[in-house]
């Protein structure tokens, strides 16, 4: 059972920064880490991943503004966030798509962030 905690989110404003943290336990080294964010009214949003090897995915719609990384011997994974925007503001959620005897997506609780 993969559980996964995010930190770091908070208040900014537009043009500012933030980086989001997520720490995961429960065995996550078959599992693509990655975040995605739902913003009040609208669907979950997948925004990037990253697997044990360091390969990448982004949205297109992120305009290389977000960069995703992972630190296996500390089992976190991080989305560091440039020049936000108000339309970044969502709840992002941390997220684990493992493999093993049957995939399964673990979600954390997610983290407030808006930027005004």
């Known amino acids: 059972q993969v559980q996964l905690v995010e930190s770091g989110g908070g208040s900014v404003q537009a043009g500012g920064s933030l980086k989001l943290s997520c720490a995961a336990s429960?065995?996550?080294?078959?599992?693509?880490l990655g975040w995605s964010r739902q913003a009040g009214g609208k669907e979950r949003e997948l925004l990037s991943t990253?697997?044990?090897?360091?390969?990448?995915t982004y949205s297109s719609s992120l305009k290389g503004r977000f960069h995703v990384s992972r630190d296996n011997s500390k089992a976190k994974v991080y989305l560091q966030m440039n020049n936000l925007q108000a339309d970044d503001t969502a709840v992002y959620y941390c997220?684990?798509?493992?493999?093993?005897?049957?995939?399964?997506?673990?979600w954390g609780e997610g983290t407030q962030v808006t930027v005004s």
């Open positions: 997220r684990a798509d493992c493999l093993g005897g049957s995939p399964i997506t673990y």
């Open positions: 429960g065995g996550i080294e078959d599992c693509v």
């Open positions: 990253i697997n044990r090897f360091g390969a990448t």
